[in-house]
């Protein structure tokens, strides 16, 4: 007997182990971002926007990030950093640190316009936009997406002599995605991101045209940057403006290019157009800064952000 009782306990323990290494469904922890241009002071967008990722780190005892997303060095000034911060902080923020700032990292972002260069999907492109314009106005036929004219491909088919005279004479030269070789041999169906409260949608990247990866004046773009970052931060829930929606079709090709993770996306209304509020233009326009300074309560700046019940 004395066996049998050591056997159901030895079977109780193992029942009570299982009960407690089995996964219950947990919330999943968000990583959020806010990744603004450290180009002016934070106005009501902006306040909207982070205050929107931060309760979405907050409410799943997740993570939230501060990006600063400052590749164009020319129009970026390190006081704006110390502003938007500060404003952050007002608003009763707080982020992980350190803080990621795109400029410190330019090597991730060689590392893997080297890859894709490797394998034939990009190439130099040296036209200047005036130069796009004409070639787009004379051409009849060319492609205009929805998101504008598409670049009609001119660099594409240069010879390799005519390239290497480019590069010879130092003429300046974008890295352009070459968008139907980036395109083969993927199914479009399954090229597609999860979009909180819509579902799942289709990219359609090829409307885009063959975008640009590396600009002339800094060796990489908003997208290849902004999607390197979200997958090295391990941010698993992108909130940003409407008006990054579409450019969402190419960071998931690119996730897809680069076998990179792909989160989860809100894209929220922007203030300006947010339904049942009536924003002035003043209103609008305002900076976090001038309201502060003129007054405004935390209570009242977020309700004028659209955050606020
Ligand atoms: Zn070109």
């Known amino acids: ?10 079977k109780f323990i193992f029942y009570v ?7 219950y469904d947990a919330p999943m922890k968000r990583v959020t971002r806010f990744a603004p241009s450290p180009t002016g002071h934070l106005h009501m967008g902006h306040a909207y926007s ?14 939230f990030i501060l990006r600063l997303e400052d ?10 950093e110390d502003r938007i911060m500060e404003d952050l902080s007002w608003l009763g923020l707080s982020w992980d640190m350190p803080v990621r700032r795109q400029s410190e990292h330019m090597e991730d972002y060689a590392a893997i316009l080297e890859r894709l260069y490797s394998r034939d999907l990009l190439y130099p492109c040296f036209c200047t936009r005036k130069e796009i314009r004409a070639e787009v106005a004379q051409s009849n036929s ?8 598409v670049y009609p491909g001119t660099c594409k088919h240069m010879s390799v002599s005519d390239r290497d005279n480019k590069f010879s004479d130092e003429t ?21 991101f ?41 941010v698993n829930l992108v909130v940003r403006g409407q ?25 929220h209304g922007l203030v300006s157009d947010m339904k049942g509020r009536r924003l002035s233009k003043r209103d609008k326009d305002a900076t976090i800064r001038s309201l502060r300074e003129n007054g405004y309560s935390l209570e009242e700046v977020k309700k004028l952000s659209g955050f606020g019940k």
């Not at 182990?17 to 996964?23: C, F």
């Not at 300046?172 to 597609?192: F, H, K, S, V, W």
């Not at 999607?227 to 090295?232: E, I, Q, R, V, W």
């Open 172 to 192: 300046p030269y974008a890295l352009r995605l070459d968008m139907e070789r980036a395109l083969t041999g993927i199914n479009l169906e399954n090229l597609t």
């Open 17 to 23: 182990k299982l009960l407690v290494e089995m996964p």
């Open 194 to 234: 999860l979009e909180r409260g819509k579902g799942h949608i289709q990219c359609d990247p090829a409307s885009f045209g063959d975008v640009v990866l590396a600009r002339k004046d800094t060796p990489t773009s908003y997208h290849l940057a902004v999607t390197l970052d979200d997958a090295l931060q391990g």
């Open 142 to 149: 060319a492609p205009h997406g929805p998101h504008g004219p």
């Open 71 to 80: 590749i164009d060095q020319s129009r970026c000034l390190p006081e704006f």
């Open 243 to 267: 008006d990054l929606f579409e450019a969402t079709h190419i960071h998931r090709l690119l996730q897809h290019l680069l076998d990179l993770s792909t989160p989860e996306y809100l894209h």
């Open 1 to 10: 007997m004395g066996h049998v009782t050591s056997d159901a306990s030895h």
């Open 50 to 63: 982070a205050m929107l990722a931060w309760s979405h780190a907050v409410e799943s005892d997740g993570h």
